[in-house]
């Protein structure tokens, strides 16, 4: 089931990026933030990586890590547009 909920999210783009901020408490400033992973499901609902990235495929853990590290890369880019400010992004990979 597992290895089905990740080719169904690949193949239909439903995973989705979240970043939550760390923030240092003396200057009150975002100083990086940690992408989390998602899939948000045609009708909404999410479902959290507990559901889906344990004893999944290998092939389908590697095209997430892609999916991953390219989504990263276009969001950086807004990130820092948006921010002018440069922030540490933290993911986990898992290949």
Known sequence: ?????????LKNDL???YYQPKIDLKSKK??????LIRIKNKDGSIIYPKEFLFDIA???I??????????LIED???I????????NISFNVSS
Request: hydrophobic share 45%; net charge negative.
């Open 62 to 71: 590697i095209e997430l890590d892609k999916w991953v590290f390219r989504q």
């Open 58 to 60: 290998n092939d389908d």
């Open 80 to 87: 820092s547009m948006m921010t002018l400010e440069k922030l």
């Open 30 to 35: 975002v100083k990086s933030v940690e992408a």
């Open 1 to 9: 089931m597992k290895n089905y909920i990740v080719k169904e999210a």
């Open 76 to 78: 950086s880019r807004y």
């Open 15 to 17: 995973f989705e990026l």
